[in-house]
Structure formats: C-alpha cells, structure tokens
C-alpha cells in the first residue's frame, strides 16, 4: 500500500467521467443485509471474461495497466469502480471512504463476508449470462483479496487469483469468510480444481499468518489453494510493485495466472 500521490495517466482519465476503450454501465442488487449497492463498471476487450476487482489504492494507472495485458492476451477485462476517483491512486482518502461504505465493507470482521460480496457475485452471475459463457474468472487485491476466495463458492466463477489478502485488517490469523461460507468454497475448489495466492514475504499488510490461516483452512490432503510468497517487501503483486521483465517473481507470477486462466475457462 502506498500513501496518496495523485498520479494520473493523461492516456485514461478524463474528467473522471471516463476510461478510454472501455464500455461504462451499472449495476444494481440488493445484498443479503437489505441494503441496495450500485456500482459503475468498465469493460474492454473479447474474450474470455476476467473480473479484476480494484485494490484499496483504487483503479490507478497500475490497475488499468493489468487490465490492458489481460485485454492484449485475449480476455474481456471487467472493472468494477467499488470507490475512489478513477485513473489515480489515493490510498489514504479510500480508505477513509471505505470506512464510511459500512453497508458494503466490514472492514474488520472475521468469520464474516462483506455484503459487497454478494453485489459482487450477483455481478459474475450476470457476466456469465451476458458473455454466454459457462463463467468467470476473478482477481481480488489487498483489501478485496479474500473476497477472491469466497467468490469460488459460486457457479459462475472458475478460476480465482487472492492477492495479498489484508481483511479483517489488523487480524492476519482470520478470515474474512463465515464457516458456511467456507464449507461452500472447499466443495467448489474440489471440482473446480485449485486457485492461486500471492503475496510478498516482507508484506505487512498480508503477513504470513495470514496464509498460514488460508492453508489450515482450506488445504489438507486435497490441496485447494496454491500459496506462493515472493521474495522482497513489496505490497501489490500485480499492480504497484509489479516488474514487467521476464524472470522477475511478480512477472512469473502473471504468467502463471494467465495460464490458470487460459485452462479454466476455456
């Protein structure tokens, strides 16, 4: 995580009303709690469908650079706007905004799924059905890296990629999941086959009890979720931190996800 710099991308921000290449609409659902949660998203490309669900910094430059290589490989790249101003990272002032979203986000609970899971859910039911197609993959970062996981207990995704999973913040040994939840993800991940993890080993965020607590949880004799630690004190794989050279671990790392996705939703 890194604080606010207010870095825009000049090729993609518009008055914060548009992103260059992608399709805008909304969508709308009640979530479990009775509260109705509307949000904008973008998409680009044809292809396979891939929900990259935006990391706490926000839908900066970084972020619509991963969804760019996923929409150059072939893929439908699908980016929810869940808060904060789009084309730049502002990480202190979401944060503050994501405190304030309380019906959607619960920040700190464990044992228990953010009610924005089920908006974002009932979203992957909807792609699916849009694109024709038997599902969805998913991306979850930081903030929504769990939400990654408890996605897999659904029909309409296939594949998902947890990065560096940070809820419930400040509990690295729980889960941001309810054990009804879990039992759910387990039978899913049986038939559909393990999703992938990442995180940095010097991470302070998603720290290594937090996988820890992901393996004890889901991997015994049926391994369900393949955990890879990166060396070097970075945050967000696949965004920020990313290095986009051939041997770098977070590089290596994109193209592992890309083959996963390729397999499963082909």
Not at 57 to 77: H, Q, S, W, Y
Not at 189 to 199: F, H, I, S, V, W
Not at 208 to 215: G, L, P, R, S, V
Request: neutral net charge.
């Amino acid at each position: 995580m890194r604080g606010d710099d207010t870095r825009d991308s000049t090729n993609v921000w518009e008055l914060g009303l548009r992103v260059d290449g992608f399709d805008k609409s909304g969508f709308r659902f009640k979530a479990n709690n009775g509260k109705n949660i509307s949000h904008t998203v973008y998409t680009k490309g044809d292809g396979p469908v891939v929900v990259i669900i935006q990391e706490l910094p926000g839908i900066g430059p970084e972020t619509l650079a991963l969804a760019g290589k996923f929409v150059d490989e072939g893929f439908t790249a699908v980016l929810p706007h869940l808060f904060g101003p789009l084309g730049k990272t502002a990480m202190n002032s979401n944060l503050l905004r994501v405190f304030c979203m309380r019906k959607e986000f619960n920040l700190f609970e464990k044992g228990k799924t953010s009610p924005i899971v089920d908006w974002l859910r009932a979203l992957c039911q909807d792609l699916r059905t849009q694109h024709q197609t038997k599902g969805v993959a998913v991306i979850g970062m930081c903030l929504t890296g769990n939400f990654a996981i408890s996605l897999m207990a659904d029909d309409s995704v296939l594949a998902g990629v947890s990065s560096q999973p940070s809820m419930p913040l400040g509990k690295h040994d729980a889960l941001h999941m309810s054990s009804q939840d879990i039992s759910e993800i387990r039978k899913q991940l049986d038939q559909k086959g393990p999703m992938l993890a990442y995180r940095f080993e010097g991470d302070k965020f998603c720290q290594a009890e937090k996988f820890k607590a992901i393996d004890q949880t889901f991997n015994d004799d049926t391994p369900r979720v393949k955990l890879t630690t990166i060396p070097g004190n970075g945050h967000s794989v696949l965004t920020l931190d990313f290095v986009d050279q051939t041997g770098h671990p977070t590089r290596t790392a994109f193209d592992e996800v890309l083959t996963y996705f390729r397999g499963a939703l082909a």
